[in-house]
């Protein structure tokens, strides 16, 4: 069932670099009427960055548009953090999403929708041998406490209903096609490993059923 219909608000563009080196232009999308009131933003990157909304961001054969879903990570996006790889993935998105023309949407949801504060008490449960999901429920809160219906929302406003989506998380495929988004595929991110978060990806395979190859470091 499709979500409620949100507008855009505003549209401006915005060059971006990373620590890097890499550098790309985004047109930011603000918009009116999620069911959250969050202030959620919609990235278009890659060549169709300049045309029309809706049908010419669908760069694949099979009519969909590659995009990424990012919840917001304080820690891991901003400071670098290696207790995760979402800093990693949200550098590895970006490019991949700005060679094929596309969309990164970036949600407020951090600490998979409990809020910075809580997160930070969930690792201090995780350094007492809680897994990152148990941590979350130890505190009162789901494991995964992230609803997608802005997302979906979001890409509708931009005309945007078949997608290939790039993730590596099952759930956010399921929640998006419960609320018509039509997802082509799945394409999975990289596998950003280290021995700071290894523990912590290993329970997204083994809890989540996360679709990552993990070699052993």
Known sequence: MRPPTATIRTQVEIPLRFADGYATTARAFTFDGLV??????????GAHLGNPLGSQLRTRTDGATLVRVHSECLTGDVFGSDRCDCGPQLRESVER????????LYLRQEGRGIGLYAKLDAYALQDDGLDTYDANLALGFGAD???YTVAAQMLLALGIDRV?????????????????????ARV?????????????????????????????I
Do not use: C, F, M
Request: no cysteine.
């Open 36 to 45: 959250d009131g969050g202030e959620h933003v919609a990235l278009r990157l």
């Open 97 to 104: 999403v700005a060679a094929s023309g596309g969309v990164l």
């Open 145 to 147: 406490d992230r609803d």
């Open 164 to 184: 290939a989506l790039l993730t590596n998380n099952p759930d956010k495929a399921e929640q998006l096609a419960a609320l018509g988004i039509d997802v082509r």
């Open 188 to 216: 999975p991110t990289g596998v950003h490993l280290t021995e700071t978060n290894a523990t912590y990806l290993a329970a997204k395979v083994r809890r989540q059923q996360h679709t990552l190859e993990l070699p052993a």
